[in-house]
């Protein structure tokens, strides 16, 4: 048995950061990782997929180049072995720089190996036993299958195994019209697959308010991507050209699949049954305002307590706890102002309640959006796909969430989130002078703007 004053499971982006902070307090402890350091951020998610997303874009803007007066003679091509090693050198580079980092740890020592709890203070990796008075939980997600007809019998990619073509589909089915399926299908529409996107759903990314989903759709569908909503009786076949993929709306001859339905917490092989902590019907680590199991001495950190699945949201995890266990604070989960993007071309940045949660709510809000058609810089860029949105509380003066779906959306939206986390009243912004030509320099106009909603 090898004892030490923390353990850590998982190497995701909330751990790994908690240990080397502890390590640096000449604390002992221990980061156990089954497979690549780095998380799924990394290795599978942001670092690599935005990658792609940037080599797809750079083939738009370069098919496009004659609107703006430049010519470009002969044909866009794609070399996908060149795409896909920008986007493995891109995780590479991630990776060996954590390696780096970690090894300058004199009180860290990082195992390789799959972690299993044999009781609340001991961990077994590689069939030795660690032991730790703290553990932390930080074993992410993975991509959830669903069990639709068929299948189960025929080849399919998840968002993890898509990065590793090397060649463009003939026609990729996207199973999902959420997150993760249209950046994929932007993506490799673009490349010059041929692209049919099938959500169950009534709209595309539903977690949005409907005119948020539609101008999403209407994105998706000017570059040439089909797209089937409500569909229903999905089924997979193989066919002599490819696999058959069967709706309500017909049949369609994919020669690739991507499945992109969700993901599931890897908690299921931890071993949390002979601890005693508690899970949802999910498999999500339950957790406190603090991040605390049920369990003392027990903590869940990122993905797997099912509280933001993101990066930064995974970051700010450790965030909080470094500064509850090290500093003396009492920072809380809920204080926390959730924000994330949707990385299709132009962005969505979101943050906030949505219209719909807003009215849910009960209180009197005020609501501004402007079309990006109207805003100068995006004129000037000729990108003027998308709108901008706020949603305010009439009572309070606070803004209560915004969406900002266009060019730079993904940047402008801090000022917004800046705001809400100082609880800036909007009024005050309405008097700022901000830059021009800017997306950002349109938000004074925006909150202006605001009205009431019945």
Known sequence: MKEFDAIFIGAGQAGPFLAARMASAGRKVALVERKYLGGTCVNAGCMPTKTLVASARAAQVTRSASAYGVLIPGEIGIDMKVVHGRAEKVTQDARQGLETWFDGLDSMTVIYGQGRFEDPNTVVVNGERLIAPQIFINVGARPSIPDYHGLQDVPYLTSTSIIQLTEVPRHLVVIGGSYIGLEFAQIYRRFGAMVTVVERGTHLASREDVDISDAIAD???????????EATGLSFRKAADGIEVTTNSGTVIASHILVATGRRPNTDDLGLETTGVETDEKGFILVDDSLSTNVPGIWALGDCNGHGAFTHTSY??????????????????????????????????????????????????????????????????????????????????????????????????????????????????????????????????LIGDLRAVS
């Open 316 to 445: 700010n995890d450790f965030e909080i706890v470094a500064a509850n266990l090290l500093d003396g604070a009492d920072r809380k989960l809920s204080d926390r102002i959730p924000a994330y993007a949707l990385y299709i071309d132009p962005p969505l940045g979101r943050v906030g309640m949505t219209e719909r949660q807003a009215r849910a709510s009960g209180r009197p809000i005020l609501v501004s959006t402007r079309p990006m058609t109207r805003i100068g810089r995006a004129v000037e860029k000729g990108e003027t796909q998308g709108m901008m949105k706020i949603i305010a509380d009439a009572g309070t003066q606070q803004i209560l969430g915004a969406a900002f779906l266009g060019i730079e959306g993904d940047e402008a939206i801090h000022g917004i989130i800046d705001a809400m986390n100082a609880r800036t009243p909007y009024p005050t912004l309405q008097w700022s002078v901000p830059i021009h030509p800017t997306v950002s320099e349109i938000l004074p106009t």
């Open 219 to 229: 994105i998706i569908r000017a570059e040439g991507i089909n797209v089937q909503t």
